[in-house]
């Protein structure tokens, strides 16, 4: 954000950390990346695409990042679990945060920040739900190559861009779906079948009663099973 307020911003910039104290994930959400055992990268772009595409934009690095992740490790099977986490076992592994950067009507840029666990072991104090990659036979060049290899599958996703290409990769890589999921509201804790992620970024749920409910981000929490 510095890069880009002091106009030195260049589409495709990459800004990574051996180690990070103060990293953030969704909803001002801590990340903490003990040294030379995680990813921690931020890509610097201009998406050229109109604002109507942001939940897109999201999903599509989603996407990539599951690509990058089963490319570089062929029998590791990860999944997105709403809206872009990354989920290895069951397991929360990584995630994604883009900070989007506004001119008038204009997408000037996207920060997308990236936190991938490779190697830190468990158990994680206070997430019970956290894990890591730890890929049988890693090497600790293994966050390097990686780097490379999610930063390529990225830009070449929000560069080719096809819209339907990615709705059906994030369906198809989605945690849990057409599996009944619990969630919690209002300290109710209640079950609905996961259908999918619609246009506006929101989870299709069909409930127990066979209602149809489009949940926001937040609304509602996800109910771990017990680990």
Known sequence: MRLID????QN???VSARLQLKGRGQRSKEWIAARDKSIAMSILVEPNLPLS???AFNKAVAVAILQAIHNFYPTLKCTIK???DIICGDKKAGGVLIENVIRG?????SVIGIGINLFQEGPFADLPHAGSLLHQGSKPNDIHELM???YA????QITTFNEEEITHFYHTFLYKKAQLQQFKSEELIWEARIDGVDENGNLILT????????LKHGEAEWFWDTP
Do not use: F
């Not at 002091?6 to 911003?9: C, L, N, R, S, V």
């Not at 599958?153 to 070449?156: D, F, G, R, T």
């Not at 409930?207 to 489009?214: A, N, Q």
């Open 6 to 9: 002091d106009d030195k911003a």
């Open 12 to 14: 495709g910039q990459i």
């Open 53 to 55: 595409k942001m939940i």
């Open 82 to 84: 709403w809206p872009n």
């Open 105 to 109: 009507q204009q997408w000037a840029y």
């Open 148 to 150: 490379i290899e999610l």
């Open 153 to 156: 599958a990225i830009l070449k």
């Open 207 to 214: 409930k127990t009663d066979g209602s149809i409910l489009h």
